[in-house]
Nanobody, 118 residues
Framework: QVQVVESRGGLVQAGGSLILSCEAS????????MAWFRQVPGKEREAVSF????????AYTDSVQGRFTISRDSTKNMMSVRMNSLKPDDTAMYYC???????????WGQGTQVTVSS
């Protein structure tokens, strides 16, 4: 059974840091792109960051560039994102996803809430 599970998010003050993790099971995660998306109620889901199957290539949306760092441990089918200098605008439901390429995510987690207080 394919599963993608995010770690628990949380409440953090502006300027603080948080690490989200994602664990995949039921398939060979190392062959796929992994990504973080986020969504705020009433808005479209936004791609936050991607990491290539081998972990060499990463990409970030402009608003988190320099503050977020994505990484993966393919031996453990795990990925994480370290989020520094968090802002209230980072408040959202964060989703882990895996897929063939950034525009074709096949498996999604249930989401984890991150709330940044001002």
């Amino acid at each position: 059974q394919v599963q993608v599970v995010e770690s628990r998010g949380g409440l953090v003050q502006a300027g603080g840091s948080l690490i989200l993790s994602c664990e995949a099971s039921g398939f060979t995660s190392s062959q796929y792109y992994m990504a973080w998306f986020r969504q705020v109620p009433g808005k479209e889901r936004e791609a936050v960051s991607f990491i290539s199957p081998g972990g060499r290539n990463t990409a970030y949306t402009d608003s988190v560039q320099g503050r977020f760092t994505i990484s993966r441990d393919s031996t453990k089918n795990m990925m994480s994102v370290r989020m520094n200098s968090l802002k209230p605008d980072d408040t959202a439901m964060y989703y882990c996803a895996e897929g063939i390429c950034p525009s074709q995510m096949l498996w999604w987690g249930q989401g984890t809430q991150v709330t940044v207080s001002s």
